[in-house]
């Protein structure tokens, strides 16, 4: 099979087949039905932060608008870990149907990338040119190494070593060297609770690099 004939089976034809934006539109009319299902899901699996979850649940928007919300971040803010995390909890759920159509999206979104139709964002920076931005921002501050330590990524003697280093800069690059020797499980903890503390910028840039 040809590789264009795979673009038009999965809809993504410039010329013929669904959108994006109906592929999406798709998954959420079939989560609806059981949308408190997936977003406790969503929730337990930590697919977002807990921020996020909060404004994208916010009352003020109707279901299919948190819906949307919630599949924006998931699919179009350079987290396709997020997308497989999805489709397999829907997948669990039950939710056969809108599993496989997310699976079509992550599809989609890879065809797309590599084609040139679709380019996800991203801040595609290298570790290595990154570290000083790293410890010029980060803030290492209680509530960041808290989160940290409830996740069981730090433990309460690492806690401790990183509070009594002299300045913030000793601090931060003890924190950040500890955490670039883990693995990705524990990276993406580490992503999870910058942006909780509001460092998104730094997220975006680990994120990116955790995914090249």
């Known amino acids: 099979m040809k590789e264009d004939d795979d673009v038009t089976i999965l809809g993504l034809n410039q010329s013929t087949g669904p959108s994006m934006d109906e ?5 959420i009319v079939e989560i609806l039905p059981r949308w408190s299902d997936v977003v406790q899901r969503i929730a337990k699996q930590r697919l977002i932060s807990t921020t996020l979850l909060e404004q994208a649940t916010s009352p003020k928007l109707s279901a299919d608008e948190q819906i949307a919300t919630i599949l924006q971040m998931v699919f179009f803010d350079s987290r396709d870990y997020m997308a497989e995390e999805l489709a397999a909890t829907l997948q669990k759920l039950g939710m056969t149907d809108a599993a496989f159509t997310t699976r079509q999206v992550i599809n989609a979104r890879a065809a797309n ?3 040139g139709f679709y380019k996800p964002r991203s801040h595609k920076a290298v570790l290595d040119e990154s570290e000083a931005t790293f410890v010029d921002c980060l803030r290492p501050s209680r509530q960041l190494l808290e989160i940290l330590r409830a996740a069981e990524v ?4 690492m806690v401790s070593k990183i509070v009594c280093r002299p300045t913030r800069q000793d601090r931060v690059k003890m924190l950040f060297e500890f955490l670039m020797g883990l ?3 524990s990276v993406y903890t580490f992503i999870d609770a910058l942006r909780v503390t509001d460092q998104d910028y730094l997220a975006n840039i680990l994120a990116a690099n955790e995914m090249a």
Do not use: R
């Not at 592929?23 to 998954?27: A, D, E, R, V, Y």
């Not at 730090?154 to 003697?157: F, N, T, V």
């Open 154 to 157: 730090l433990s309460d003697e």
């Open 183 to 185: 693995g990705s499980k």
């Open 23 to 27: 592929f999406l539109g798709k998954l």
């Open 113 to 115: 990338s590599k084609l």
